[in-house]
């Protein structure tokens, strides 16, 4: 299913489609709290052991699944600001290292965040949707003018993060934008 024919994320913009592993559960209230999936995303946020699996089920989804992204030119990582480190890394740029060593892809740090925001502070996805308004910007590393990127992140809750990150890719100079992600999370305010 595209972007546009989600009922959820319809009003997302800059890139195509999500891919993922399956889905997350962030709320313990919800059912599949303890399934394997949920438990090492949860993990991967404070030990980066925990991306080497997630990784490893990335580039399988896409190898058996999501052969439709092989072929594009490069995977960049959802990037964090330098203040939000707390843990010495970014999930998204471990896993994109490793997809990019299991899949021969190339890896770019595209984007870079330009204020540190949490997206837990906001309640609502509509209050996401503007507090990452103006949060990413281009890193002017390289040319983007008609390349194909993947973007990837460890988890998508509203799309707002992604989108943004996204648009910006496209204002850039991209082609085309594709998110992959290890959790769709099911919990979505």
Known sequence: MTTAECKWHSDDYGFDRIYAVGKYMSSKSGE????LLSKHIRGLKKYPNYAEPLGKAVSLCVQNLFSELNGWDFLTPVPKHP???TNGYNQAETL???VSNSLGWPTASAL???RPEKMKSFASRSSRKAGVKGLYAFSNSLSLTGK???LI???TTSGSTVSECAKVLMDSGAKAVNV???GRDVFVN
Do not use: Q
């Not at 599949?32 to 399934?35: E, N």
């Open 180 to 182: 992959i992600v290890a």
């Open 148 to 150: 194909r990127v993947i």
């Open 153 to 155: 992140d460890d988890v």
């Open 112 to 114: 870079v965040k330009v």
């Open 83 to 85: 203040n939000e480190m």
């Open 32 to 35: 599949g709290w303890d399934d």
């Open 96 to 98: 994109a290292s490793i």
